[in-house]
């Protein structure tokens, strides 16, 4: 009967290795985080563009949005963190062909970035903001302009009740972010020196950030659009989740160390028994 409990003390040894093992081992995504990306098309005179992102490390599936025009804003893509190619080509143009303007993103952990279109046509770039979702306090919110009107090259941004936002923002150029008060505004979008005024009523909510993009209207005016960047409590307004490719969601760590010590578990257990029949019939 030694030979039996020397195995089995064997074994004890082999499973505390395999537990050592199945609760260290993390899949290398999961240290690496997440961050968040979102496209816009920001240039008053460029038509309609077929916008493409792809990862560096061919990990993540290739995104593409279609027939994206001015004035469109993208919901943020959760991205694992790393490094990506965005390319504009013509809308409809094959993805064959050579994009009329591209960029490179390189997304570290929780950080948030909006890449747009900016300038006329005759100069368009890819600019990549840095958003800054970090929540202000309860009783404040967060807010900054994105000028994106060719029509009034240079604005001033207030609330009706003569609250200043911003002053002498230029052409295709973003502000930092402002706190502000909470609640319905009423804000006045005009440009600077004189010239229409664009109103716009919105809310902003308490311990929340946002975007005031400034457009040109088609009858020759501005146009104002509040985007939210982060909400109270924390959260990002995603659309799709970026996953592997193939289509699966990146696997939670702690399933597989769930799944790799039940395996190991298992295995062991049924060892333990056939070794203990042995036992009985020795």
Known sequence: MSVPVRQLRRLAALVAALTIVALGATPAHAAAGDGYVRLAHLSPDTPAVDVYLKADSGGVEPQVFRAVAYGDMSRYLR???????????????????????????????????????????????????????????PGKSKVRIIQASVKAPVLDVAGKN?????????????????????????????PTGGGRTSELQCTMGPGSVYSLVVLDDDAGGLKTELHVDAERQGTVPLGSVATGVGGTSPESPLTGILVTAAAAALLTGGLVIALRRRLRTA
């Open 79 to 137: 991205l694992p963190v790393g490094t990506y190619q965005v390319a504009m080509r013509k809308a409809g143009a094959p993805a064959s062909e050579k994009p009329v303007i591209t960029t490179e993103v390189s997304v570290a952990d929780k950080d948030a970035y909006t890449v747009a279109g900016v300038g006329r046509f005759a100069d368009l770039g890819l600019r990549v903001l840095q958003d800054d979702l970090r929540l202000p306090d």
């Open 162 to 190: 003569g609250t200043t936002i911003a002053d002498g923002v230029e052409f295709a150029t973003t502000t930092a972010y402002r706190e502000v008060r909470p609640g319905t505004w009423n804000v006045e979008v005009k």
